[in-house]
């Protein structure tokens, strides 16, 4: 059922004329419903790829299946200005609403029409009608962008810095400019190096798969090269669960109307796929989801990855993008490749009393996840840790 109410000034300041608008808040639990308004909105809003309609379908009917998908749309008279996904849980006696795809996602942000674009006043009120139409407790956002599309983010307000931060370069329509703004040139030079050096073992291709069959084939290798590695870590590979599985074979399938969802690549080593990525996709922007490597097989010597990586980035020039990422966390080929740190934020919205109890609390418990993060002598703990659960639960 949707749910409607008109909200003049949605703060409820006194504000002058020029800025007085009448908002609309609709709230619906039907994706198909919204898919019209959602489409147009990404035709001229501004967003990331993990707000596109095709990349929240995919993950709501298999990896998010289980969750309460709710859908808020916000006029302005009758034209759409905002669209927010959002998911529902109930966590300790709270009523908690998150972004929609939760750690798949490197980005979470609303849907937004740039041109007209809420206020941060007007987006606190929108919010509040929202967690009141919801019967919400609170909000709680990871990874929001302080800034996106040129312009400070309004739904980033009152954030705090974010465990970890992302990393994505602009891109040029040359391909060899872009290498030289954004690669040093030992880089470069390191980069050649490799390649030869995988020449020597094999003819090395480059894949971009769009039949069934050959996206069958990375998926393949991506799934059996991530499940080698979280064994050599330790830690719980994500990716044999069913669901989570279908969400990737989903995304990754081209629609009829345009692109897939999620964009694969691999690099090959005659007939061997010696390393995959996989990235959200718009118009605009890919985003990488994950990145593997065949860790058995003699081309790891030679940094695989990096080679298909940088492949990836002259390919995404030639398609016109204008920028590349490599998603949240540190690493050092993410160094190596991109040039621009992208600030996000974590925002803890309350609605109620208790939400707000519960508010500082969790703000807390994000800013010592920060400090942890960013303690390399604490993440080796961490690491370690991981490594000896294995060994604990087999004693």
């Not at 504000?15 to 959602?38: K, P, Q």
């Not at 007939?271 to 003699?298: C, N, P, Q, Y």
Request: glycine share 8%.
């Amino acid at each position: 059922m949707t749910a409607t109410l008109t909200m003049s000034d949605a703060d409820g300041s006194q504000a002058g004329a020029a800025t007085r608008r009448d908002l609309t808040v609709e709230v619906s639990a039907d994706m198909a419903a919204a898919e019209g308004v959602w489409r147009a909105l990404e035709s001229v809003g501004s967003a990331s790829p993990y707000q596109r309609f095709d990349w929240v379908s995919a993950y709501v009917a298999h990896a998010g299946r289980a969750e309460r998908i709710r859908i808020a749309i916000v006029r302005d008279a009758d034209q759409p200005v905002m669209l927010l996904g959002l998911s529902i849980s109930h966590r300790r006696g709270l009523r908690i609403a998150s972004g929609v795809g939760g750690k798949h996602a490197n980005f979470h942000l609303p849907l937004a029409s740039g041109s007209g674009a809420l206020s941060q006043q007007e987006m606190g009120g929108v919010l509040r009608e929202i967690g009141r139409r919801l019967s919400l407790d609170l909000f709680t956002f990871a990874n929001v962008p302080t800034h996106w599309g040129g312009r400070a983010s309004a739904f980033a307000t009152g954030g705090m810095a974010s465990s970890s931060n992302a990393y994505a370069t602009r891109l040029d329509p040359d391909p060899e400019a872009t290498a030289q703004r954004v690669l040093s040139t030992q880089s470069r030079k390191r980069l050649r190096q490799k390649e030869r050096y995988l020449a020597k073992l094999g003819t090395v291709g480059f894949l971009a798969p769009s039949s069934d069959a050959e996206i069958d084939r990375v998926l393949k290798a991506f799934f059996r090269q991530k499940e080698q590695r979280f064994r050599t870590l330790g830690i719980a590979d994500p990716f044999l669960a069913p669901e989570q599985r279908a969400f990737i074979y989903a995304a990754s399938r081209p629609r009829a109307e345009g692109t897939a969802a999620l964009q694969l690549y691999a690099l090959t080593l005659d007939d061997v796929i010696v390393s995959t990525f996989g990235g959200a996709i718009d118009a605009h922007r890919i985003s990488g989801m994950f990145l593997s490597f065949e860790e058995g097989h003699e081309a790891a010597r030679y940094s695989p990855g990096d080679v298909l990586v940088s492949r990836i980035i002259a390919e995404s020039c030639r398609r016109g993008l204008d920028v590349f990422d490599l998603g949240v966390g540190e690493a050092r080929y993410k160094g190596t490749f991109c040039n621009v740190t992208q600030n996000l934020v974590d925002v803890v919205v309350p609605v109620t009393l208790r939400g707000r109890l519960s508010a500082s609390l969790i703000r807390s418990a994000l800013g010592l996840k920060r400090r942890i993060k960013q303690d390399p002598r604490a993440m080796r703990w961490v690491a370690l840790i991981r490594r000896a659960k294995p060994t604990i639960s087999r004693s």
